[in-house]
């Protein structure tokens, strides 16, 4: 239906085929085109299915969807007789990772976990051709994603991943979601690697060559990487979550790097700034097999802090935007608040998120702290306020 729709509106389109999300992103810098349409459910359940819009090289959102709407709606189209062509985007991206990455000498076994989506189609190639050994798991494409659900945020996701690393005596897993634009890492111990662990190792590889680089990182990460971002000479940024606005903040600041608590990892050194999770599992393998040092020992040093995960309480739509604004007014006259996206309060000791949800009825809590008795205070009072918020 979109492409016979296109080719109607006078739309010449390059067909890519079944491809992962990163893949088309990487065409539309391959390819001589004005713009790219993915098909892509990303980690929703298999009923569901969406399409990612990009007009240049750019991911739009927000305002710019909305207008595409009022198209629709208006039904006023231009016609005309557009012409396909089946196109292979798998060869050049392949070609240009092997030409871009630089793998050291040391020999790694690493599991892959595809989850039944799309990464499974191109990482095993990418990271054999590096020189890795690879122990593939859930490489097949199938949309009703038969052995687990494919958000690799989701620990529950990464148990195979854990067990076939202990099975096989692999250094590491990498899986991936449905699209294959976010990423996520266990390592040898059967450890889960966060995307804010993750970019403290990229952060320091990057800064090693680039010093004074900026780097971006989202309000649900840890105090730890911002921290560790400019003890290792970087200027760390703070934004809002999403990745289309994390890609905006990128460029809009000139950054090298940027990341998520979700697995979206952007690099714009020896890259084009998008998220790409096959090109953050080939980083990370760089530099594994260039430091010949594990991820354990990479992240070793770092301060350890107690967190929790996401936690979404219901607020209705007409009222979530209000109470965040609420607890943020509240709690300044007390505390430094960030308030970039919804309202990061900082204590002594740890700090505690509220934010309203861009796509649900939902506000989003986080909180960490330097200990589990600080963080559980730290969470009864932001609980307590938002009760009272409620309540009225």
């Known amino acids: 239906s979109l492409l016979s729709g296109l080719l109607e509106s006078g739309v010449d389109v390059l ?8 893949l088309l992103y990487f065409a539309l810098h391959h390819f001589e085109v004005d713009g790219g349409i993915q098909i892509t459910g990303s980690h929703n359940p298999p009923e569901y299915n969406g399409f ?7 991911t739009i959102y927000g305002k710019e969807i909305q207008k595409i709407r009022e198209i629709g709606e208006s039904g006023n189209f231009h016609a005309g007789d557009g012409e396909v062509e089946a196109s292979d985007i798998i060869g050049p991206y392949l070609d240009y990772l092997s030409d871009n990455l630089q793998p050291g000498e040391l020999s790694i076994k690493a599991v892959v976990d595809g989850g039944n989506g799309m990464g499974g189609l191109v990482a095993p190639d990418v990271f054999t051709a590096m020189g890795v050994e690879v122990v593939k798991l859930f490489c097949e494409p199938d949309g009703h994603f038969p052995n687990h659900h494919p958000d690799p945020t989701v620990p529950e996701n990464l148990k195979a991943a854990i067990s076939k690393v202990s099975e096989v005596s692999a250094d590491l897993a990498i899986a991936f979601d449905g699209d294959a634009d976010r990423i996520g890492v266990v390592d040898r111990e059967g450890n889960i690697i966060f995307g804010d662990q993750l970019m403290i190792i990229f952060s320091r590889d990057l800064l090693e060559r680039y010093p004074g680089a ?4 989202e309000v649900k990460c840890s105090q730890v990487l911002f921290d560790d971002i400019e003890k290792h000479g970087g200027n760390p940024i703070m934004w809002k979550v999403g990745h289309s606005l994390i890609k905006s903040k990128l460029k809009e600041e000139k950054a090298l790097l940027a990341g998520e608590m979700s697995g979206h990892m952007f690099f714009a050194e020896r890259y084009f700034g998008y998220d790409d999770a096959i090109y953050a599992g080939a980083r990370l393998l760089e530099i594994l097999t260039r430091k010949g040092k594990s991820i ?79 963080l559980e205070e730290i969470q009864q009072i932001f609980m307590r306020k938002f009760e009272e918020k409620m309540a009225r």
């Open 15 to 22: 067909d890519v085929g079944m491809v992962p999300t990163p």
């Open 52 to 58: 990612k819009v990009s007009l240049g090289d750019a």
């Open 214 to 217: 900026t780097i971006i990182g």
């Open 296 to 374: 354990k020992e990479l992240l070793a040093g770092v301060p350890q802090m107690v967190s929790t995960p996401e936690i979404r309480l219901d607020c209705p739509d007409d009222k979530k935007f209000q109470v965040v604004e609420e607890l943020a007014r509240e709690f300044k006259k007390d505390h430094q608040v960030i308030d970039v996206d919804g309202a990061r309060v900082l204590f002594d000791g740890g700090w505690g998120l509220v934010r309203a949800s861009n796509t649900q009825p939902v506000l989003v809590f986080r909180f960490e702290a330097q200990e589990g008795e600080r």
